[in-house]
């Protein structure tokens, strides 16, 4: 009755929020379990498997991964987002994007080189099929 061990209750901090405040620079690699609120800016690299909130005053140059990130600020360099990437209306991106899902409101600007996550076919390999697909089809005919 005594002896029963206490469980040990794992916390989720991706709940817990980290802010870089307006007027703030930050420069270096920064890693969490809890999300991000970025009025600031932050130089380097960002890893957290929560969520990236960066508002309109805020700025990231560098590298970004996390689970979901939400931009109404600036961003340069490279992100990996394992969920969804939104940009709101005010957002200036640029540099590297691989994310699964994106959503970005009119206005925002967006000039980078993006990859979807997912079963994309490149329109080369869909020829190719369509090539193998007919010839196997007039082999059949033949035969």
Sequence with gaps: MFSEKKK????DLTK?????????????????QGSFRIEGKVEGTIKTPGRIVVGK???IEGEVECHSADF?????????VKSQLSLK???HIGGDIITE??????GAVFNAT?????????LSDE??????????????ETA
């Design 101 to 106: 899902k994106l959503s970005i409101e009119p």
């Design 89 to 91: 209306s005010s957002a």
């Design 72 to 80: 109404e600020g600036k961003f340069t360099g490279k992100m990996i």
């Design 16 to 32: 817990e929020q980290n802010k870089i405040a307006q007027g703030t620079t930050f420069r270096g690699d920064i890693e969490s």
């Design 57 to 59: 005053s805020g700025f």
């Design 127 to 140: 020829k190719k099929e369509g090539k193998k697909n007919k010839q196997n089809k007039a082999q059949q």
């Design 114 to 122: 993006c990859m979807m996550k997912g079963g994309v076919k490149s």
């Design 8 to 11: 040990e209750q794992k916390q």
